[in-house]
């Protein structure tokens, strides 16, 4: 329960996807809410920039405004390339999501989820870096923050502040030094993935289609090693579009020893491989291409426990099949904030101590057998000659292309749907959640 010395109901660090949720949610709730962003919006993310249909049925729940003049592009499925051919693929017409995709550049998503959390009643704080947790010394409980005011370039701006709630939500990224000073350490047996992207002019950028090129050379085609990974192209209808490339292994120490120079390998791929027409080289980028690490399949954990819960990237809530984690983030923020409205209808502090957990239990219950089928699918295409087996004779077949969408867009029926979708539930059921 609320302290008088508490400074909100809730406090939720970063304000990207799952941050911006949590708080909208929470807020929208009636809770007082206090959103921390260490940046000031408009702010840069590395990101790919693609909305699958599970990203935007969270968007609509929130009822995130996604008018085509505010520079939201729909898209109607992937085109996906391998092996000397393309196929086209249309996202599925499924009851539980829109049949349609988005791209919106993170640059400017962010901010308006952010202003979105803001019309809801959450008081944001930009320019605010949580530097810590603070503690009740008498339970051991999170019991709120500490935070530096920042100036425009940054800098220290004034002496460090406290806020206090009696719960936290760590939304602060990959690093997420909130959840790391408690002791919440990143586990060394999850994917972890390697992005890298750029903005390029091209006459594809009004495309009705994103792009997957599942095989990542390392150089020419055919001729040189083929990288667990895809390339993508994802148009933003301003006349250019997201392009960039991940590679994922089944490790982090697998990922350090792979020794890849990513923001090369861009510019290489791109001489080889961009698509006919793209116009797509080096000497057509807006800007420098930038990396940033993926955290795949609940690496950090657990997700709550002693008032501090962790969301979206903070929890590794990226999936290991394609990098997306946008969807995962604002799904994350609803549960979150839906066992925290619970919470607090609670008499006695183990009741509500239960309450909140039972959002590990539903995270792990929806996410966790797809993430563990993730890394058995990381673990083989680390393997090149299986790799090359599954591009050269599986993708040429219709059926094993439409189990390719449906996996690769986490965009299937849980409960019903065709026998795809049905085979896909099972198998997520009876692997291990953790």
């Known amino acids: 329960m609320q302290h008088r010395s508490d400074d909100a109901d809730v406090i939720v660090v970063g304000a990207g996807p799952a941050g911006s949720s949590t708080a909208h949610w929470c807020a929208s709730a009636g809770l007082d809410v206090l959103l921390l962003e260490k940046a000031e919006f408009p702010r840069d993310k590395i990101c790919g920039d693609g909305l699958t249909p599970r ?4 968007l609509a729940r929130m009822g995130v405004a996604t008018d085509e003049r505010d520079g939201w592009i729909r898209n109607r499925g992937l085109r996906v390339h391998a092996s000397g051919r393309s196929w086209e693929l249309d996202w599925p017409d499924l009851a539980s999501f829109p049949a349609y995709g988005m791209a919106h550049a993170r ?55 406290t806020f206090r709630a009696p719960v936290v939500v760590a939304s602060d ?3 997420s030094r909130l959840a790391t000073g408690v002791g919440r350490l990143r586990r060394d ?38 990288l667990p990974g895809y390339g993508w192209v994802f148009p933003l209808g301003d006349g250019t579009a997201n392009v960039g490339l991940g590679s994922v292994h089944s490790t982090p120490a697998r990922q350090s020893a ?18 006919a027409g793209s116009e797509l080289s080096p000497e057509a980028a807006v800007g420098r291409v930038r990396g940033a690490a993926l955290p795949m399949g609940f690496n950090r954990g ?43 209808q609670k008499r006695s502090d183990d009741a509500r101590e ?18 563990t089928l993730g890394r058995y699918f990381v ?42 979708d049905r085979t896909i539930a099972l198998l997520t059921k009876v692997v291990p959640r953790s």
């Open 55 to 58: 990203a935007v049925a969270e």
């Open 107 to 161: 640059k400017t998503l962010d901010h308006k989820l952010a202003q979105h959390a803001q019309a809801s009643g959450a008081k944001l704080h930009t320019r605010t870096k949580v530097t810590g947790a603070v503690t009740d010394e008498r339970t051991g409980r999170v019991a709120g923050v500490t935070a530096q005011p920042l100036d425009g370039a940054g800098r220290p701006d004034g002496p460090q502040r």
């Open 173 to 175: 990224g990959v690093s």
């Open 189 to 226: 047996d999850r994917p972890m993935g390697t992005a890298v992207r750029g903005y390029y002019r091209t006459p594809l950028h009004a495309d009705p289609f994103m792009e997957s090129h599942l095989e990542l050379w390392a150089g020419e085609p055919g001729r040189s090693a083929l």
């Open 258 to 275: 792979a020794g890849i120079d990513y923001r090369s390998l861009q510019d290489t791929w791109l001489s080889n491989s961009a698509p």
């Open 302 to 344: 657990p997700l709550y426990d002693a008032g501090l819960l962790l969301a979206g990237d903070a929890a590794g809530m990226v999936s290991p099949f394609n990098g997306e984690g946008i969807a995962y983030g604002l799904q994350a923020g609803r549960v979150a904030a839906d066992a925290i409205v619970t919470s607090r």
């Open 354 to 371: 239960a309450a909140l957990e039972q959002y590990t239990e539903r995270m792990r219950g929806d996410l966790g057998g797809y993430y």
């Open 379 to 420: 673990r083989l295409i680390e393997q090149p000659q299986v790799m090359r087996a599954c591009v050269k004779y599986g993708l040429p077949r219709k059926v094993v292309m439409q189990f390719v969408l449906k996996f690769l867009s986490d965009c299937y029926e849980p409960n019903g749907g065709d026998w795809i």
